[in-house]
């Protein structure tokens, strides 16, 4: 094998030796470097695992969501209820009505409910359909102050929560 | 490995030892052959320069203009060498240096390559001289003076020197048949050797049989050792052989590569060829052995650098996904999309109470439990975590019943009673409770 003349061993001898070096520190670089990335994939596949962890937390609340999707609405109106469960009994006051938006679609409502006369089973028997609908008005908070002493009859203010689609809603 | 024991082929039986020399050397592979001859003295200048300087390495660097003055030939067109260094017992600095024309370089080459034999060392013969008798005779004693006389048919060559290693070499040439004449000549050149100092001289005869090299030795010690001038006569062992032995010995320990006289320019086409094949193999060997471990650091690179971007894109979209968020900063994917779960979690908390019983439902069993025990109730409050109950009834264990059911219902209950009031039965009472 003759080289040609015009190329200088010195000059291959000096490619070859940047090459070398090049790659030798190439190498030295990666050695010192790989460590660092390593610990970095660790630290992203831990984030992984977290990430995981999260989803199944961010889940908790995915059978509730089942359940008011099947459902499909909301409770039926207050007083109307009222007039339902317990005819013949004085309609009651609706204040401070309080809004939250859950999602696009639903939205939590909160009620309070105050009759300023009213038969204990029949309160009763209102809170216990408030209890049964699907979704339900849930009684949150109850109090009873009975008219007289010994009486059946009492004042009540009752605060009831439950979801309702928000008009024009897109979906959670 | 002991350079002593050299050993050349055709042994002391052979009557041309270069024939020898040049058959054995063109008997091994041109690749691997390292072959090496002597420079004639006649053709080179050998000098021994003293430098006024202390340090060797400033020495080095004007050995060369003070050998130039003594030249008889232009430095630019030699090729020179100082192939010593060396002290004085008065510390005087000094090198000895060989030189010689270029031209007369490339007449020697010419005069090789007519044998067959393209030697890529050319040694000074007088420095084999030298160096072969240093080896084999042994270091040359204080205050005398070494002549090392090599005898061919056609040439004698004296290399003279002391202690300090070789001063001079001096050759006497056209050796004629006429014995008288001869004789003549002899005896007028070791006059001339022997001139060059008065110290008892060490005589180390080497060469040819054919010159009849011991006759004449007896005869130079037969003058002189009646004046004194001879300290020591001997000759060495298989004396034909003693200049290639002395020339191999300097190949194979290196110290002929300092005083080749070949070089650059003038290096053996074949060696330089296979010099710089070597050089191209190993580069391409190193090249290679650098492509693989490149090759193996970035296929280890680009394999970690993916597994990281692919990491990265995992996390950014499960973050978004989870986060329900539109995009994610790098680095706080996790963090981001814990916050956005936590928002999202407490806002559907009241869900989580949705499908959950009241307290409505224990409403009828507190109302029995207070009819039971004859108490009165003035009001009575329940919520998810709290309940508060008052009235009053006609003891104090009435009241104890109904906060035991509260606690049965996972109240924390406390009960304040007044004591009883003059004209009035029984306590009134507040019944007080959270979840806890």
Redesign the interface.
């Known amino acids: 094998?003759?080289?040609p003349r015009g190329l200088e061993?010195w000059m291959?001898?000096i490619?070859?030796?940047g090459?070398?070096t090049?790659?030798?520190v190439?190498?030295g670089w990666?050695a010192a470097v790989?460590p660092t990335?390593?610990v970095?994939?660790r630290d992203?596949?831990r984030?992984?695992t977290?990430?995981?962890q999260?989803?199944q937390?961010?889940r908790?609340?995915d059978p509730?969501?089942r359940?008011?999707e099947a459902i499909g609405h909301g409770p039926p109106p207050l007083l109307e209820l009222f007039a339902q469960a317990v005819p013949g009994v004085p309609a009651p006051v609706v204040s401070g009505e309080q809004r939250?938006p859950?999602d696009d679609r639903w939205e939590?409502r909160r009620v309070e409910l105050a009759c300023p006369e009213i038969p204990?089973d029949s309160l009763?028997a209102f809170?216990?359909t408030c209890?049964t609908l699907r979704?339900?008005w849930?009684?949150?908070?109850?109090?009873?102050?009975?008219l007289d002493?010994?009486s059946t009859r009492a004042r009540a203010m009752l605060?009831l929560?439950?979801?309702m689609p928000r008009s024009g809603g897109a979906g959670r | 490995m002991d350079f002593a024991s050299v050993s050349l082929p055709g042994g002391e039986d052979s009557t041309d030892p270069w024939a020898q020399w040049v058959a054995t050397t063109r008997a091994v592979p041109a690749r691997v052959r390292l072959t090496i001859a002597p420079f004639p003295s006649d053709r080179a200048v050998v000098r021994r320069i003293s430098i006024p300087l202390s340090s060797e390495r400033r020495a080095k660097r004007v050995v060369g203009s003070l050998l130039d003055v003594h030249l008889p030939f232009r430095l630019e067109d030699a090729v020179w060498r100082a192939v010593e260094f060396g002290r004085t017992e008065q510390s005087e600095l000094f090198a000895l240096c060989v030189a010689t024309p270029r031209s007369v370089v490339e007449g020697v080459l010419s005069e090789w390559r007519a044998t067959g034999m393209d030697p890529v060392i050319l040694d000074p013969e007088s420095l084999a001289l030298w160096h072969g008798a240093w080896h084999e005779v042994g270091p040359v004693e204080p205050s005398t003076r070494r002549i090392v006389v090599h005898a061919t048919p056609d040439r004698w060559v004296a290399a003279v020197g002391d202690r300090y290693g070789l001063r001079s070499v001096s050759v006497l040439r056209e050796v004629p048949g006429d014995a008288a004449a001869w004789r003549e000549r002899l005896r007028s050149w070791w006059a001339t050797l022997r001139a060059a100092g008065r110290v008892p001289l060490e005589w180390v005869w080497s060469g040819h049989p054919a010159t009849q090299l011991s006759r004449w030795r007896c005869e130079l010690e037969e003058e002189w050792s009646s004046i004194g001038m001879v300290a020591r006569s001997s000759e060495v062992a298989a004396p034909e052989w003693f200049l290639p032995r002395a020339l191999a010995r300097r190949a194979l320990d290196g110290t002929a590569w300092e005083a080749n006289l070949r070089d650059a320019d003038l290096a053996q086409a074949e060696w330089a060829a296979a010099r710089r094949r070597d050089l191209a193999v190993t580069s391409a060997a190193t090249v290679l052995v650098a492509a693989i471990w490149g090759g193996v650091v970035g296929w280890d690179f680009a394999r970690v650098r993916a597994l990281e971007l692919q990491l990265n894109a995992e996390i950014a979209a499960e973050a978004r996904r989870i986060g329900q968020l539109s995009r994610v900063v790098p680095g706080q994917e996790v963090r981001q999309a814990r916050e956005a779960v936590r928002e999202r979690l407490a806002r559907w908390q009241p869900l989580d109470r949705l499908f959950q019983p009241s307290q409505l439902a224990n409403l009828s069993g507190v109302l029995r439990q207070a009819g039971g025990s004859q108490l009165t109730l003035y009001a009575v409050e329940l919520s998810d975590d709290r309940v508060r109950i008052e009235g009053s009834g006609p003891d104090r264990d009435g009241v104890q019943q109904l906060a035991g059911l509260l606690q049965l219902l996972g109240f924390r209950v406390r009960v304040e009673t007044s004591p009883p009031v003059a004209g009035h039965e029984g306590v009134s009472f507040v019944v007080e409770g959270a979840r806890g």
Do not use: C, Y
């Open positions: 094998m003759n080289l061993v291959i001898g490619a070859a030796l090459v070398a090049a790659a030798w190439s190498v990666w790989r990335r390593m970095r994939i992203l596949a984030a992984k977290e990430l995981a999260l989803d937390d961010a908790r609340f509730h969501w359940a008011i939250q859950l939590w204990l009763i809170a216990h209890s979704p339900p849930r009684v949150s908070r109850l109090r009873i102050e009975p002493v010994g605060t929560e439950s979801v």
